[in-house]
């Protein structure tokens, strides 16, 4: 089992629903990253968490310690959005990655 | 700032022989990271550095693989002799301080190893 679990690893949307990816961690962590990558491959760091909710622009990240289990969630979502999003964890000063989620936006 | 250089862009290479890929991190940023990528295997971090000091180096995949980072503003991967299975997307990137923080990733080498 991955330390690391994200899902779903796919999900295809009309453009405008709101979008929830997840990501569930089996390890202790002090942080952690959600990164987008791009279709061209470009990655981007979007929120780094150690509690509590973060939010920019259309995007918002929340994370649950006690349940290990942090959510990204994008409103009102555009086919800009469409890229491939990663959790990653940092635990004892390891990085650990989830295999991302794939997200299409379809106008 | 520019942002995380690397060079080259792409490399071409055939099997045997050494690929040295190379980073230049945000300036005064004190961490730096190297990051393989493989549809197989999604994004590893292979090593970091800690203000130029390896910290991790448990996902380098084997004695083929070398990283220095002799000063802050430079950072080096080599692969020697380089097999077919090497072939991916090679991302450095850089933190203000520690693995924690907020990364910047460079644009990538993507090498491909005949």
């Known amino acids: 089992k991955n330390e690391v679990e994200q899902s779903p690893q796919n999900l295809t949307a009309q453009e405008g629903e709101f979008i929830t990816i997840n990501c569930s961690y089996s390890v202790g962590i002090s942080a952690l990253h959600w990164l987008q990558q791009h279709p061209g491959g470009g990655i981007v760091s979007l929120f780094m968490?150690?509690?509590g909710k973060k939010k920019h622009g259309r995007l918002i990240a929340t994370i649950n310690i006690q349940e290990k289990h942090s959510s990204l969630h994008i409103t009102a979502s555009h086919p800009r959005d469409s890229a491939v999003y990663i959790c990653?964890?940092?635990?004892?000063?390891?990085?650990?990655f989830g295999t991302g989620t794939r997200l299409t936006i379809i106008p | 700032d520019a942002g995380v250089i690397q060079s080259p862009r792409h490399e071409v290479t055939e099997m045997g022989q050494e690929v040295t890929l190379r980073c230049k991190p945000i300036s005064g940023h004190n961490s730096l990271f190297w990051y393989r990528q493989t549809m197989m295997r999604g994004l590893e971090l292979l090593i970091y550095?800690?203000?130029?000091?390896?910290?991790?180096d448990s996902g380098m995949p084997e004695d083929r693989f070398s990283a220095k980072m002799p000063n802050a503003s430079f950072s080096t991967l080599k692969i020697q002799p380089s097999e077919p299975r090497d072939s991916a997307v090679y991302f450095c990137?850089?933190?203000?301080?520690?693995?924690?923080?907020?990364?910047?990733f460079g644009p990538g080498t993507r090498l491909l190893v005949l």
């Open positions: 990653a964890v940092v635990g004892n000063e390891k990085l650990t």
């Open positions: 990137a850089s933190s203000a301080l520690w693995v924690g923080e907020t990364q910047y």
């Open positions: 550095f800690n203000n130029n000091v390896p910290i991790d």
């Open positions: 968490l150690s509690s």
